[in-house]
T-cell receptor, first 115, second 110 residues
Framework: NAGVTQTPKFRILKIGQSMTLQCTQDMNHNYMYWYRQDPGMGLKLIYY???????DKGEVPNGYNVSRSTTEDFPLRLELAAPSQTSVYFC??????????????FGPGTRLLVL | GQQLNQSPQSMFIQEGEDVSMNCTSSSIFNTWLWYKQEPGEGPVLLIA?????ELTSNGRLTAQFGITRKDSFLNISASIPSDVGIYFC??????????FGTGTSLTVIP
């Protein structure tokens, strides 16, 4: 059981470039989330999904897109990278079934630097 | 978005001491979670709270869901060096969206 895996671990992008952050979970969880964490700050929710084919915006969705075609995968897309998107990105998953639906398991993070 | 204020921002304590930290909000929350994050890793869930007044323990950690539903507290008893990390609270009003606090950084001096 690998849990939640994220790739890449670190990436440098130039302004205007695009990239996809990959997230995969092998726990058959229904819920998946993308957060960003800026230095010295808490996590802010970008997008989340409660099941394959269903996604919804979080607190800071601008500049990002997601898709959920399978239960396992929840990629995050940056179309036109901006310096404000420099951050650490965490993917998480949760069972989505009582009583443990709130237990989010986090991946190790992707560090993104936009120059 | 919702603002969760955590205090203190940082703590430096001697090994063996007890630790207390809290999280407050201007909004009423229905769920409170406490996480620990170590350098270079994702947060790990420590305790989940679902009812006002609820007191839940996980080993040396005890957390409480405030009666007003606008705050939560985390205590660590008899701290040890491996308690070092950043502790985050997270709250949910309704739906599936959690809001995170800015964290309390804990340093334990052996």
């Amino acid at each position: 059981n690998a849990g939640v895996t994220q790739t890449p671990k670190f990436r440098i992008l130039k302004i205007g470039q695009s990239m996809t952050l990959q997230c995969t979970q092998d726990m058959n969880h229904n819920y998946m989330y993308w957060y960003r964490q800026d230095p010295g700050m808490g996590l802010k929710l970008i997008y989340y999904s409660v099941g394959a084919g269903i996604t919804d915006k979080g607190e800071v969705p601008n500049g990002y897109n997601v898709s959920r075609s399978t239960t396992e995968d929840f990629p995050l897309r940056l179309e036109l990278a901006a310096p404000s998107q420099t951050s650490v990105y965490f993917c998480a998953s949760a069972p989505g079934r009582d009583p443990y639906q709130e237990t989010q398991y986090f991946g190790p993070g992707t560090r993104l630097l936009v120059l | 978005g919702q603002q969760l204020n955590q205090s203190p921002q940082s703590m430096f304590i001697q090994e063996g001491e007890d630790v207390s930290m809290n999280c407050t909000s201007s909004s009423i929350f229905n769920t409170w979670l406490w996480y620990k994050q170590e350098p270079g890793e994702g947060p790990v869930l420590l305790i989940a709270l679902y009812k006002a007044g609820e007191l839940t323990s996980n080993g040396r950690l005890t957390a409480q869901f405030g009666i007003t539903r606008k705050d939560s507290f985390l205590n660590i008893s008899a701290s040890i060096p491996s308690d070092v990390g950043i502790y985050f609270c997270a709250g949910k009003i309704t739906g599936n969206q959690f809001y995170f606090g800015t964290g309390t950084s804990l340093t334990v001096i052996p």
